[in-house]
Protein backbone atom coordinates (compact mmCIF):
# COMPACT_ATOMS: atom_id res chain seq x y z
CA UNK A 1 0.00 0.00 0.00
CA UNK A 2 0.72 3.77 -0.39
CA UNK A 3 0.07 6.48 1.75
CA UNK A 4 -1.06 10.18 0.90
CA UNK A 5 1.20 12.64 2.40
CA UNK A 6 -1.78 15.01 2.33
CA UNK A 7 -3.18 15.23 6.50
CA UNK A 8 -6.58 16.92 4.98
CA UNK A 9 -7.15 13.55 2.88
CA UNK A 10 -9.72 11.58 4.08
CA UNK A 11 -8.79 8.55 2.54
CA UNK A 12 -4.95 8.01 2.82
CA UNK A 13 -4.77 4.55 1.76
CA UNK A 14 -3.96 3.82 -1.74
CA UNK A 15 -2.77 0.83 -4.14
CA UNK A 16 0.71 0.93 -4.88
CA UNK A 17 -0.37 0.70 -8.82
CA UNK A 18 -1.43 4.62 -8.73
CA UNK A 19 0.84 7.11 -9.29
CA UNK A 20 -1.44 9.89 -7.46
CA UNK A 21 -3.77 9.72 -4.07
CA UNK A 22 -7.18 8.17 -5.63
CA UNK A 23 -9.47 10.48 -3.17
CA UNK A 24 -7.36 13.82 -3.27
CA UNK A 25 -5.36 13.49 -6.34
CA UNK A 26 -2.38 14.55 -4.48
CA UNK A 27 1.39 13.07 -6.27
CA UNK A 28 2.01 9.94 -4.16
CA UNK A 29 5.99 9.97 -5.05
CA UNK A 30 7.35 12.71 -2.40
CA UNK A 31 10.31 15.20 -3.19
CA UNK A 32 10.66 13.04 -6.83
CA UNK A 33 12.15 9.47 -4.75
CA UNK A 34 10.18 9.11 -1.77
CA UNK A 35 6.99 7.18 -1.71
CA UNK A 36 5.09 6.70 1.86
CA UNK A 37 4.98 2.69 3.29
CA UNK A 38 3.28 3.32 6.51
CA UNK A 39 2.58 5.70 9.28
CA UNK A 40 5.26 5.09 12.16
CA UNK A 41 2.29 6.62 14.63
CA UNK A 42 -1.18 7.15 14.52
CA UNK A 43 -1.98 10.22 12.89
CA UNK A 44 -3.40 12.76 14.78
CA UNK A 45 -5.30 15.79 13.63
CA UNK A 46 -4.07 18.16 16.62
CA UNK A 47 -0.72 17.19 16.25
CA UNK A 48 1.60 19.11 14.59
CA UNK A 49 3.89 16.36 12.93
CA UNK A 50 3.34 13.17 11.27
CA UNK A 51 6.12 10.43 10.91
CA UNK A 52 5.76 7.70 8.42
CA UNK A 53 7.90 5.11 7.28
CA UNK A 54 8.88 5.70 3.45
CA UNK A 55 10.70 4.10 0.28
CA UNK A 56 13.54 5.78 -1.36
CA UNK A 57 13.85 5.37 -4.79
CA UNK A 58 16.81 6.66 -5.26
CA UNK A 59 18.20 4.56 -3.17
CA UNK A 60 17.77 1.13 -3.73
CA UNK A 61 14.03 1.25 -2.27
CA UNK A 62 15.81 1.79 0.88
CA UNK A 63 13.63 2.13 4.40
CA UNK A 64 13.54 5.49 5.91
CA UNK A 65 12.05 7.72 7.70
CA UNK A 66 9.74 10.80 7.01
CA UNK A 67 9.17 13.30 9.62
CA UNK A 68 6.35 16.37 8.65
CA UNK A 69 5.32 19.43 9.74
CA UNK A 70 2.11 20.17 9.29
CA UNK A 71 1.41 23.56 11.25
CA UNK A 72 3.16 25.34 8.88
CA UNK A 73 1.34 28.46 9.65
CA UNK A 74 2.60 28.68 13.16
CA UNK A 75 6.13 30.47 12.93
CA UNK A 76 7.45 29.01 16.15
CA UNK A 77 6.97 25.61 14.95
CA UNK A 78 8.49 26.33 11.86
CA UNK A 79 11.42 27.77 13.47
CA UNK A 80 11.82 24.70 15.49
CA UNK A 81 11.66 22.44 12.36
CA UNK A 82 14.03 24.14 10.39
CA UNK A 83 16.46 24.13 13.18
CA UNK A 84 16.06 20.55 13.96
CA UNK A 85 17.06 20.09 10.67
CA UNK A 86 19.60 22.36 10.81
CA UNK A 87 21.08 20.64 13.81
CA UNK A 88 21.11 17.06 12.76
CA UNK A 89 22.55 18.71 9.31
CA UNK A 90 25.87 20.46 10.81
CA UNK A 91 26.08 17.16 13.35
CA UNK A 92 25.72 14.45 10.40
CA UNK A 93 28.37 16.44 8.26
CA UNK A 94 30.88 16.58 11.51
CA UNK A 95 30.61 13.08 12.00
CA UNK A 96 31.35 11.91 8.33
CA UNK A 97 33.95 14.18 8.71
CA UNK A 98 36.02 13.35 11.54
CA UNK A 99 34.79 9.02 10.34
CA UNK A 100 33.33 9.14 14.01
CA UNK A 101 29.98 6.60 13.34
CA UNK A 102 30.20 5.81 16.64
CA UNK A 103 28.32 8.19 17.84
CA UNK A 104 24.57 7.49 18.44
CA UNK A 105 22.75 10.19 16.05
CA UNK A 106 20.22 9.23 12.82
CA UNK A 107 22.03 9.91 9.64
CA UNK A 108 20.32 12.81 7.57
CA UNK A 109 19.77 12.82 3.64
CA UNK A 110 22.10 15.33 1.88
CA UNK A 111 19.28 16.84 0.45
CA UNK A 112 16.85 15.28 3.47
CA UNK A 113 15.28 18.86 4.39
CA UNK A 114 12.59 20.52 1.54
CA UNK A 115 9.23 21.48 1.18
CA UNK A 116 6.39 20.02 -0.38
CA UNK A 117 3.52 21.84 -2.13
CA UNK A 118 -0.11 20.72 -2.43
CA UNK A 119 -0.93 22.78 -5.28
CA UNK A 120 -4.72 21.88 -5.82
CA UNK A 121 -5.03 22.47 -1.91
CA UNK A 122 -2.63 25.76 -1.49
CA UNK A 123 -1.12 24.55 1.71
CA UNK A 124 2.74 23.74 2.38
CA UNK A 125 4.20 21.33 4.42
CA UNK A 126 8.18 20.43 5.68
CA UNK A 127 9.84 17.55 5.25
CA UNK A 128 12.91 15.82 7.01
CA UNK A 129 14.09 12.58 5.75
CA UNK A 130 16.52 10.33 8.25
CA UNK A 131 18.16 6.89 8.39
CA UNK A 132 14.99 4.58 9.69
CA UNK A 133 16.62 3.22 13.05
CA UNK A 134 15.71 -0.74 13.75
CA UNK A 135 15.41 -2.40 17.20
CA UNK A 136 13.08 -1.40 19.91
CA UNK A 137 13.25 2.44 22.48
CA UNK A 138 14.42 1.65 25.74
CA UNK A 139 10.95 2.32 27.25
CA UNK A 140 10.00 -0.15 25.66
CA UNK A 141 12.82 -2.83 26.17
CA UNK A 142 12.43 -2.41 29.79
CA UNK A 143 8.75 -3.35 29.94
CA UNK A 144 9.10 -6.44 27.84
CA UNK A 145 13.09 -7.51 28.95
CA UNK A 146 12.78 -6.00 32.96
CA UNK A 147 14.95 -3.57 34.41
CA UNK A 148 18.84 -3.87 33.33
CA UNK A 149 22.03 -4.90 35.50
CA UNK A 150 25.08 -2.74 36.20
CA UNK A 151 26.88 -3.81 33.22
CA UNK A 152 24.40 -3.14 30.80
CA UNK A 153 23.98 0.24 32.41
CA UNK A 154 27.44 1.13 32.50
CA UNK A 155 28.05 0.15 28.40
CA UNK A 156 24.59 2.12 27.92
CA UNK A 157 26.14 5.33 29.76
CA UNK A 158 29.17 5.43 28.36
CA UNK A 159 27.86 5.31 24.98
CA UNK A 160 25.20 7.99 25.19
CA UNK A 161 27.46 10.39 27.26
CA UNK A 162 30.07 9.61 24.23
CA UNK A 163 26.82 11.05 22.06
CA UNK A 164 26.40 13.95 24.45
CA UNK A 165 30.05 15.12 24.01
CA UNK A 166 29.54 15.22 20.69
CA UNK A 167 26.11 17.19 20.63
CA UNK A 168 27.41 19.46 23.34
CA UNK A 169 30.78 20.28 21.78
CA UNK A 170 28.87 21.98 18.89
CA UNK A 171 27.23 24.17 21.51
CA UNK A 172 23.78 21.70 20.85
CA UNK A 173 21.52 20.66 23.72
CA UNK A 174 18.96 17.86 23.25
CA UNK A 175 16.43 18.87 25.71
CA UNK A 176 14.12 15.88 25.42
CA UNK A 177 16.15 12.66 26.90
CA UNK A 178 14.21 9.84 27.84
CA UNK A 179 13.52 6.61 27.45
CA UNK A 180 11.35 6.47 24.24
CA UNK A 181 14.11 8.93 22.90
CA UNK A 182 16.56 5.89 22.96
CA UNK A 183 17.08 2.98 20.08
CA UNK A 184 19.03 0.04 21.22
CA UNK A 185 19.78 -1.14 17.82
CA UNK A 186 20.51 -4.95 17.35
CA UNK A 187 24.19 -4.92 17.79
CA UNK A 188 23.35 -3.25 20.91
CA UNK A 189 24.38 0.47 19.33
CA UNK A 190 21.93 3.37 21.48
CA UNK A 191 21.30 6.05 19.32
CA UNK A 192 19.33 8.69 20.61
CA UNK A 193 16.42 10.19 18.45
CA UNK A 194 13.91 13.22 17.80
CA UNK A 195 15.76 16.58 18.19
CA UNK A 196 12.63 18.15 17.66
CA UNK A 197 13.00 20.83 20.58
CA UNK A 198 16.57 20.55 20.76
CA UNK A 199 18.07 24.22 21.22
CA UNK A 200 21.70 26.00 20.62
CA UNK A 201 23.44 26.56 24.16
CA UNK A 202 22.78 29.62 25.63
CA UNK A 203 19.90 30.68 23.12
CA UNK A 204 18.25 27.32 24.59
CA UNK A 205 15.20 29.36 26.23
CA UNK A 206 11.59 28.12 26.19
CA UNK A 207 10.39 26.14 28.90
CA UNK A 208 9.96 22.89 27.08
CA UNK A 209 10.74 19.00 27.62
CA UNK A 210 9.32 15.80 29.18
CA UNK A 211 7.89 15.79 32.64
CA UNK A 212 9.64 13.91 35.19
CA UNK A 213 12.26 13.86 32.98
CA UNK A 214 13.64 17.34 32.05
CA UNK A 215 15.67 19.80 34.30
CA UNK A 216 14.34 21.92 36.88
CA UNK A 217 15.53 24.61 35.40
CA UNK A 218 14.61 24.26 31.96
CA UNK A 219 10.97 23.94 33.24
CA UNK A 220 11.39 27.12 34.81
CA UNK A 221 9.53 30.08 33.64
CA UNK A 222 12.12 31.07 31.83
CA UNK A 223 13.00 27.96 30.29
CA UNK A 224 16.84 28.60 30.49
CA UNK A 225 18.72 25.30 30.03
CA UNK A 226 22.37 24.23 30.07
CA UNK A 227 23.70 21.20 29.10
CA UNK A 228 23.61 19.56 32.76
CA UNK A 229 20.13 19.84 32.26
CA UNK A 230 20.68 16.98 29.49
CA UNK A 231 22.68 15.34 32.30
CA UNK A 232 19.76 15.65 34.89
CA UNK A 233 17.06 13.62 32.05
CA UNK A 234 20.20 11.29 31.95
CA UNK A 235 20.24 10.12 35.56
CA UNK A 236 16.25 10.03 35.92
CA UNK A 237 16.21 7.56 32.44
CA UNK A 238 18.52 5.47 34.17
CA UNK A 239 16.88 5.41 37.19
CA UNK A 240 14.02 3.69 34.94
CA UNK A 241 16.50 2.07 33.06
CA UNK A 242 17.86 -0.05 36.62
CA UNK A 243 13.85 -0.38 38.31
CA UNK A 244 11.59 -0.53 35.74
CA UNK A 245 9.89 2.38 37.12
CA UNK A 246 9.23 5.96 35.61
CA UNK A 247 10.25 8.61 38.09
CA UNK A 248 7.04 9.62 38.97
CA UNK A 249 6.47 6.08 40.85
CA UNK A 250 9.17 6.57 42.76
CA UNK A 251 9.16 8.36 46.59
CA UNK A 252 11.24 10.99 46.80
CA UNK A 253 13.07 12.56 49.62
CA UNK A 254 11.78 16.09 50.95
CA UNK A 255 14.44 17.19 52.30
CA UNK A 256 17.08 17.20 49.46
CA UNK A 257 14.75 16.47 46.95
CA UNK A 258 16.53 12.86 45.88
CA UNK A 259 14.51 9.74 44.86
CA UNK A 260 14.33 6.44 47.33
CA UNK A 261 15.10 4.95 43.52
CA UNK A 262 17.99 1.88 44.34
CA UNK A 263 17.17 0.54 47.64
CA UNK A 264 14.40 -1.21 45.64
CA UNK A 265 16.91 -3.02 43.39
CA UNK A 266 17.19 -6.50 43.74
CA UNK A 267 20.69 -6.68 42.37
CA UNK A 268 23.73 -5.06 44.09
CA UNK A 269 24.46 -1.34 42.32
CA UNK A 270 28.23 -0.06 42.79
CA UNK A 271 27.98 2.85 45.23
CA UNK A 272 30.07 4.70 43.38
CA UNK A 273 27.07 4.23 40.29
CA UNK A 274 24.64 4.92 42.87
CA UNK A 275 26.48 8.27 43.65
CA UNK A 276 27.00 9.28 39.80
CA UNK A 277 23.18 8.91 38.83
CA UNK A 278 22.09 11.00 42.02
CA UNK A 279 24.34 13.78 41.12
CA UNK A 280 23.50 13.77 37.24
CA UNK A 281 20.07 14.55 39.64
CA UNK A 282 20.43 17.03 41.34
CA UNK A 283 18.29 19.43 42.01
CA UNK A 284 21.07 22.81 41.09
CA UNK A 285 22.45 22.00 38.20
CA UNK A 286 25.60 23.84 39.30
CA UNK A 287 25.78 20.10 41.77
CA UNK A 288 26.13 18.08 38.54
CA UNK A 289 29.15 17.08 37.32
CA UNK A 290 30.65 20.12 34.74
CA UNK A 291 31.17 18.47 31.37
CA UNK A 292 30.64 15.04 29.83
CA UNK A 293 34.05 14.36 30.08
CA UNK A 294 34.27 14.55 33.90
CA UNK A 295 31.55 11.70 33.15
CA UNK A 296 33.54 9.44 30.97
CA UNK A 297 36.54 9.97 33.19
CA UNK A 298 34.27 8.05 36.27
CA UNK A 299 32.74 5.63 34.30
CA UNK A 300 36.16 4.46 32.99
CA UNK A 301 36.57 3.63 36.64
CA UNK A 302 34.03 2.12 37.28
CA UNK A 303 33.99 0.23 33.74
CA UNK A 304 37.57 -1.23 35.19
CA UNK A 305 36.21 -2.20 38.73
CA UNK A 306 33.80 -3.68 37.08
CA UNK A 307 36.17 -5.78 34.92
CA UNK A 308 38.30 -6.51 37.43
CA UNK A 309 35.14 -8.31 39.16
CA UNK A 310 34.22 -10.25 36.31
CA UNK A 311 37.46 -11.24 35.70
CA UNK A 312 37.66 -12.67 38.78
CA UNK A 313 34.05 -14.56 38.36
CA UNK A 314 34.99 -16.02 35.54
CA UNK A 315 38.49 -17.30 36.57
CA UNK A 316 36.87 -19.32 39.45
CA UNK A 317 35.26 -21.91 37.40
CA UNK A 318 39.37 -22.67 36.27
CA UNK A 319 40.39 -22.42 39.87
CA UNK A 320 37.69 -24.92 41.13
CA UNK A 321 38.32 -26.71 37.55
CA UNK A 322 42.22 -27.24 38.38
CA UNK A 323 41.49 -28.72 41.95
CA UNK A 324 39.04 -30.96 41.13
CA UNK A 325 41.54 -32.04 38.03
CA UNK A 326 44.43 -32.73 40.44
CA UNK A 327 42.50 -34.51 43.09
CA UNK A 328 41.26 -36.67 40.03
CA UNK A 329 44.17 -37.04 38.13
CA UNK A 330 45.56 -40.51 39.42
CA UNK A 331 42.08 -41.98 38.40
CA UNK A 332 42.12 -40.75 34.64
CA UNK A 333 43.72 -42.09 31.73
CA UNK A 334 44.62 -40.18 28.46
CA UNK A 335 42.00 -40.46 26.69
CA UNK A 336 38.79 -39.88 29.14
CA UNK A 337 41.18 -36.61 30.04
CA UNK A 338 41.39 -35.53 26.11
CA UNK A 339 37.45 -36.00 25.76
CA UNK A 340 36.95 -33.80 29.42
CA UNK A 341 39.33 -31.04 27.77
CA UNK A 342 37.66 -31.65 24.18
CA UNK A 343 34.33 -31.08 26.21
CA UNK A 344 35.01 -27.97 28.00
CA UNK A 345 36.37 -25.72 25.06
CA UNK A 346 33.96 -26.79 22.29
CA UNK A 347 31.27 -25.16 24.82
CA UNK A 348 32.98 -22.54 25.97
CA UNK A 349 33.76 -21.72 22.30
CA UNK A 350 29.79 -22.21 21.74
CA UNK A 351 28.91 -19.96 24.67
CA UNK A 352 31.90 -17.01 23.19
CA UNK A 353 30.43 -17.73 19.50
CA UNK A 354 26.57 -17.27 20.69
CA UNK A 355 27.64 -13.78 22.38
CA UNK A 356 29.20 -12.84 18.89
CA UNK A 357 32.74 -12.79 20.67
CA UNK A 358 34.49 -14.35 17.28
CA UNK A 359 37.99 -13.85 18.18
CA UNK A 360 37.25 -15.91 21.59
CA UNK A 361 35.05 -18.25 19.71
CA UNK A 362 38.01 -19.12 17.23
CA UNK A 363 40.57 -19.89 19.84
CA UNK A 364 38.32 -22.14 21.93
CA UNK A 365 37.45 -23.89 18.89
CA UNK A 366 41.04 -24.92 17.54
CA UNK A 367 42.33 -25.46 20.94
CA UNK A 368 39.00 -28.10 20.75
CA UNK A 369 40.10 -29.37 17.46
CA UNK A 370 43.53 -29.78 18.25
CA UNK A 371 42.58 -31.95 20.78
CA UNK A 372 39.80 -34.23 18.70
CA UNK A 373 40.51 -33.53 14.77
CA UNK A 374 36.72 -35.04 14.48
CA UNK A 375 35.14 -32.60 16.68
CA UNK A 376 32.51 -32.02 13.78
CA UNK A 377 31.05 -28.85 15.65
CA UNK A 378 34.31 -26.87 16.25
CA UNK A 379 34.96 -27.34 12.25
CA UNK A 380 31.53 -26.05 11.67
CA UNK A 381 31.27 -22.87 13.71
CA UNK A 382 35.02 -22.16 12.40
CA UNK A 383 33.52 -22.39 8.91
CA UNK A 384 30.55 -19.75 9.86
CA UNK A 385 32.98 -17.69 11.60
CA UNK A 386 34.81 -17.57 8.46
CA UNK A 387 31.35 -16.99 6.40
CA UNK A 388 31.02 -14.02 8.30
CA UNK A 389 34.56 -12.64 8.33
CA UNK A 390 33.19 -12.66 3.74
CA UNK A 391 36.70 -15.42 4.36
CA UNK A 392 34.79 -17.70 1.41
CA UNK A 393 37.78 -19.89 0.75
CA UNK A 394 38.34 -20.72 4.26
CA UNK A 395 34.80 -21.60 4.95
CA UNK A 396 34.35 -23.82 2.24
CA UNK A 397 37.58 -26.03 3.79
CA UNK A 398 36.31 -25.71 7.46
CA UNK A 399 32.44 -26.86 6.19
CA UNK A 400 34.88 -29.78 4.03
CA UNK A 401 36.52 -30.70 7.55
CA UNK A 402 33.01 -31.05 9.46
CA UNK A 403 31.69 -33.11 6.70
CA UNK A 404 34.82 -35.64 6.96
CA UNK A 405 34.93 -35.48 10.67
CA UNK A 406 31.20 -36.91 10.64
CA UNK A 407 31.88 -39.25 8.13
CA UNK A 408 34.71 -40.54 10.12
CA UNK A 409 32.78 -41.10 13.26
CA UNK A 410 30.44 -42.96 11.31
CA UNK A 411 32.39 -45.10 9.71
CA UNK A 412 33.93 -46.07 13.81
CA UNK A 413 30.29 -46.00 14.83
CA UNK A 414 31.83 -43.56 17.37
CA UNK A 415 28.74 -43.41 20.06
CA UNK A 416 29.39 -39.88 20.89
CA UNK A 417 28.28 -38.73 16.89
CA UNK A 418 25.17 -36.69 18.23
CA UNK A 419 24.97 -33.89 16.07
CA UNK A 420 23.34 -35.24 12.45
CA UNK A 421 21.81 -31.26 12.18
CA UNK A 422 25.79 -29.91 11.90
CA UNK A 423 26.56 -32.66 9.45
CA UNK A 424 22.92 -31.24 7.44
CA UNK A 425 24.11 -27.94 8.02
CA UNK A 426 27.67 -28.07 6.88
CA UNK A 427 26.32 -29.85 3.78
CA UNK A 428 24.10 -27.15 2.94
CA UNK A 429 26.57 -24.04 3.68
CA UNK A 430 29.09 -25.95 1.85
CA UNK A 431 26.61 -26.28 -1.41
CA UNK A 432 25.96 -22.20 -1.13
CA UNK A 433 29.67 -21.80 -1.39
CA UNK A 434 30.27 -23.63 -4.57
CA UNK A 435 27.09 -22.25 -6.32
CA UNK A 436 28.12 -18.38 -4.99
CA UNK A 437 31.98 -18.02 -4.87
CA UNK A 438 33.40 -20.58 -6.92
CA UNK A 439 33.38 -22.12 -10.64
CA UNK A 440 29.36 -23.73 -10.35
CA UNK A 441 30.29 -27.46 -9.61
CA UNK A 442 26.22 -28.05 -9.95
CA UNK A 443 26.83 -32.17 -9.86
CA UNK A 444 28.25 -32.02 -6.25
CA UNK A 445 26.16 -29.25 -5.02
CA UNK A 446 23.23 -31.50 -6.05
CA UNK A 447 24.73 -34.43 -4.33
CA UNK A 448 25.55 -32.63 -1.18
CA UNK A 449 21.94 -31.37 -1.11
CA UNK A 450 20.76 -34.98 -2.14
CA UNK A 451 22.87 -36.49 0.96
CA UNK A 452 21.26 -33.55 3.15
CA UNK A 453 17.83 -34.57 2.55
CA UNK A 454 18.39 -38.23 3.30
CA UNK A 455 19.68 -37.18 6.54
CA UNK A 456 16.60 -35.16 7.49
CA UNK A 457 14.93 -38.20 7.03
CA UNK A 458 17.69 -40.05 9.05
CA UNK A 459 17.26 -37.62 11.49
CA UNK A 460 13.65 -37.72 12.46
CA UNK A 461 14.69 -41.22 14.20
CA UNK A 462 16.23 -39.78 17.19
CA UNK A 463 13.79 -39.20 19.05
CA UNK A 464 15.76 -39.41 22.03
CA UNK A 465 16.85 -35.73 21.31
CA UNK A 466 13.22 -34.39 22.66
CA UNK A 467 10.99 -31.88 21.72
CA UNK A 468 13.51 -29.00 19.97
CA UNK A 469 14.53 -31.38 17.75
CA UNK A 470 10.60 -31.31 15.68
CA UNK A 471 11.37 -27.55 15.68
CA UNK A 472 14.89 -27.77 14.39
CA UNK A 473 14.24 -30.00 11.36
CA UNK A 474 11.95 -27.71 9.58
CA UNK A 475 14.11 -24.90 9.62
CA UNK A 476 17.42 -27.17 8.32
CA UNK A 477 14.80 -28.63 5.75
CA UNK A 478 13.46 -25.22 4.70
CA UNK A 479 17.59 -24.10 3.69
CA UNK A 480 18.13 -27.03 1.98
CA UNK A 481 14.98 -26.37 -0.44
CA UNK A 482 16.07 -23.13 -0.76
CA UNK A 483 19.29 -24.20 -1.87
CA UNK A 484 17.73 -26.43 -4.22
CA UNK A 485 15.78 -23.83 -5.67
CA UNK A 486 18.77 -21.95 -5.75
CA UNK A 487 20.58 -24.53 -7.84
CA UNK A 488 17.24 -25.35 -10.58
CA UNK A 489 17.51 -21.32 -10.91
CA UNK A 490 21.19 -21.46 -11.68
CA UNK A 491 20.76 -24.64 -14.43
CA UNK A 492 16.83 -23.03 -15.80
CA UNK A 493 14.75 -25.21 -14.02
CA UNK A 494 12.38 -22.66 -13.64
CA UNK A 495 9.34 -24.78 -12.37
CA UNK A 496 11.44 -26.75 -10.00
CA UNK A 497 13.03 -23.84 -8.73
CA UNK A 498 9.61 -21.93 -7.97
CA UNK A 499 8.30 -25.26 -6.06
CA UNK A 500 11.35 -25.92 -3.90
CA UNK A 501 11.09 -22.03 -3.07
CA UNK A 502 7.97 -21.81 -2.55
CA UNK A 503 7.99 -24.87 0.03
CA UNK A 504 11.10 -23.35 1.72
CA UNK A 505 9.30 -19.96 2.36
CA UNK A 506 6.19 -22.12 3.81
CA UNK A 507 8.48 -24.26 6.06
CA UNK A 508 10.70 -20.90 7.20
CA UNK A 509 6.92 -20.17 9.21
CA UNK A 510 7.34 -18.17 11.44
CA UNK A 511 10.76 -17.37 11.26
CA UNK A 512 11.07 -16.20 7.30
CA UNK A 513 14.44 -15.42 6.13
CA UNK A 514 15.31 -13.30 2.77
CA UNK A 515 16.51 -15.21 0.64
CA UNK A 516 14.11 -18.00 -0.66
CA UNK A 517 11.92 -14.48 -1.47
CA UNK A 518 14.83 -12.76 -3.18
CA UNK A 519 15.38 -16.27 -5.50
CA UNK A 520 11.49 -16.30 -6.10
CA UNK A 521 11.43 -12.83 -7.37
CA UNK A 522 14.38 -13.45 -9.37
CA UNK A 523 12.63 -17.11 -11.26
CA UNK A 524 8.99 -14.92 -11.72
CA UNK A 525 11.45 -12.49 -13.57
CA UNK A 526 13.02 -15.16 -15.82
CA UNK A 527 9.28 -16.56 -16.25
CA UNK A 528 7.57 -13.26 -17.58
CA UNK A 529 5.75 -13.31 -14.54
CA UNK A 530 3.01 -10.27 -13.99
CA UNK A 531 5.13 -7.26 -12.12
CA UNK A 532 2.41 -7.72 -9.56
CA UNK A 533 3.65 -10.81 -8.36
CA UNK A 534 6.74 -10.48 -8.58
CA UNK A 535 6.32 -7.02 -6.41
CA UNK A 536 4.75 -9.34 -3.93
CA UNK A 537 7.34 -11.22 -3.58
CA UNK A 538 9.74 -8.59 -3.82
CA UNK A 539 8.61 -6.80 -0.72
CA UNK A 540 9.46 -9.43 2.19
CA UNK A 541 12.93 -9.73 0.16
CA UNK A 542 13.96 -6.06 0.67
CA UNK A 543 12.15 -5.63 4.17
CA UNK A 544 13.10 -8.86 6.03
CA UNK A 545 16.74 -8.40 7.86
CA UNK A 546 19.69 -9.78 6.20
CA UNK A 547 20.92 -11.02 9.92
CA UNK A 548 24.26 -12.55 8.70
CA UNK A 549 24.90 -9.96 5.89
CA UNK A 550 25.17 -12.25 2.97
CA UNK A 551 26.36 -10.70 -0.25
CA UNK A 552 24.06 -12.31 -2.40
CA UNK A 553 20.77 -11.14 -0.68
CA UNK A 554 22.21 -7.51 -0.98
CA UNK A 555 22.87 -8.31 -4.58
CA UNK A 556 19.75 -9.74 -5.23
CA UNK A 557 17.83 -6.75 -3.94
CA UNK A 558 19.94 -4.60 -5.96
CA UNK A 559 19.33 -7.02 -9.55
CA UNK A 560 14.90 -7.34 -8.49
CA UNK A 561 14.90 -3.44 -7.80
CA UNK A 562 16.58 -2.74 -11.29
CA UNK A 563 14.28 -4.73 -12.92
CA UNK A 564 11.02 -3.15 -11.46
CA UNK A 565 12.71 0.30 -12.04
CA UNK A 566 14.34 0.24 -15.22
CA UNK A 567 14.33 4.13 -15.26
CA UNK A 568 14.38 5.16 -11.17
CA UNK A 569 10.68 5.52 -11.51
CA UNK A 570 8.25 4.07 -9.14
CA UNK A 571 8.02 0.52 -9.09
Partial sequence: MSYCINPKCPHRQNSDEVQSCQTCGTPLLIHNRYRIVKPLREPNPNHPTEVFEVEDWDDWGMLKVLKVLKYTYNSDLVKRFQQEAHILLILNKSKKYHHNQEIGIPNLDSEGYFTIDIRHKKQKLYGLVMEKIEGDNLETWVRQQGAIAQEEALAWLKQIVKTLNFLHAHSFLHRDIKPANLIRQPNGKITLIDFGVAGIEGLAETQIGSLAYAAPEQMAITGKAVPQSDFFALGRTFVYLLTGRHPWELAMNNK??????????????????????????????????????????????????????????????????????????????????????????????????????????????????????????????????????????????????????????????DPNNDNIIVLIQALNNLSRLKILHFEPQFSQVASHLEEGFELIALARNYSEYGEDWSQIIPEVKADLEKNRGWLALEEGRYEEAQKSLEYAIALQNPKPTPDAYCLLAKVLKETDAPQLEIKKTWTPCKELPNNYQKPEIEQWRQEIYRYLNPKGEEA
Avoid at 337 to 348: C, V
Avoid at 388 to 407: D, L
Fill in 256 to 413: NDRFFWHKSIRKKLDKSLVALIDQLMHFDYHQRPQDTRKILKRLAKLTKQQSKLEKSLRLLPYFVGIIIFVVFLPFLNKNVLQRLLDINFTSQGSTSYDQGNLGQAKIYFLIALNLNRNNLLAAHTLGLICDEEKNFHCAANRYRQAIASARTRQQDK
